[in-house]
């Protein structure tokens, strides 16, 4: 059974910075694709940043430039570094996983059958 444990989310001001991580256990190789996604109350999930099994990373077009995401397969965890964060960037954060995902529906959150229990970051002065 796959489970995704996230941590890192809290408060910041605008401009600020904030790392979050996702913990993957049950797998049975280092070949599974990672995601984060974000989702605000009445909204639908949105892709943020992905992982596929062969590193390739991609990004959601809101977060270009500002978010960067890593993995580091020995601790089986995917981090989020989230820099120059602004007001709109406040949500619930989701890490999500799959053994495979297909490279053009990476960031589609129906493409994903693991996710984590979600972290909240707010973005406020």
């Known amino acids: 059974q796959v489970q995704l444990v996230e941590s890192g989310g809290g408060s910041v001001q605008p401009g600020g910075s904030l790392k979050l991580s996702c913990v993957a256990s049950?797998?049975?190789?280092?070949?599974?694709?990672m995601a984060w996604f974000r989702q605000a109350p009445g909204k639908e999930r949105e892709g943020i940043a992905a992982i596929e099994d062969d590193g390739t990373i991609t990004y959601g077009d809101s977060v270009k430039g500002r978010f960067s995401l890593s993995k580091d397969h020995a601790k089986n965890t995917l981090y989020l570094q989230m820099d120059s964060l602004k007001p709109e960037d406040t949500d619930i954060y989701y890490c999500a996983s799959d053994s495979y995902v297909d490279s053009a529906k990476i960031l589609i959150p129906y493409e994903y059958n693991y996710w984590g229990q979600g972290i909240q970051v707010t973005v406020s002065s």
């Open positions: 049950g797998y049975t190789s280092t070949d599974y694709c």
